[in-house]
């Protein structure tokens, strides 16, 4: 005889927890894709929303005696 309107929202539920199921998870993968500025001395890296401030105080403080640009060569202008 047909479904009424709450057997159409048992199953429209049904189906986004199904679709929530799959988004949920770890974000640690996509951090690690997201890293992708190095410091050319040291070799750590520095997700890409870094600023230019944060890699100078980096190199600052960590290489006093190399330049700024041979620790992130994307800093020249």
């Known amino acids: ?13 049904e189906r986004n927890l199904e ?3 799959g988004a949920k998870g770890s974000q640690l ?3 690690k ?5 190095q410091c050319k001395v040291c070799m750590q890296t520095f997700i890409c929303t870094t600023s230019e401030v944060k890699c100078r105080e980096h190199a ?9 640009v041979a620790c992130f060569p994307h800093l020249k202008k």
Do not use: C, F, L, T
């Open 29 to 31: 993968e996509a951090n």
């Open 1 to 13: 005889m047909g479904g009424g309107n709450g057997q159409k929202a048992k199953m429209a539920r």
């Open 33 to 37: 894709k997201a890293m992708n500025i």
């Open 60 to 68: 600052e403080a960590k290489h006093p005696k190399s330049d700024v």
């Open 19 to 21: 679709k929530q199921k």
